[in-house]
């Protein structure tokens, strides 16, 4: 799989969010928030985002 491109800034989070899932999707992958952070007054601080296949499988929650 080819990288990512790099050193593309967008305008809001929502642009970002959709080009990368936009270059998961045509790779075969999602993309998912694994976390994120909001300030008090409720702006986006900090999103992460993770692949679909990119963690260790938790086997915990099968039981």
């Known amino acids: 799989m080819e ?3 790099e ?6 989070p ?7 899932n936009a270059f998961a999707r ?7 928030t694994r976390c994120s952070k ?4 409720g702006i986006l ?3 992460r985002l993770c692949y ?3 963690r260790q499988y938790d086997t915990r929650w099968q039981e």
């Open 14 to 20: 929502e642009l970002g969010i959709a080009a990368a």
């Open 3 to 5: 990288p990512p491109p």
């Open 7 to 12: 050193g593309i800034c967008y305008d809001t």
């Open 52 to 54: 679909d296949r990119g």
């Open 26 to 32: 045509d790779h075969g992958y999602g993309l998912t």
């Open 38 to 41: 909001r300030t008090k007054k």
């Open 45 to 47: 601080k900090t999103l």
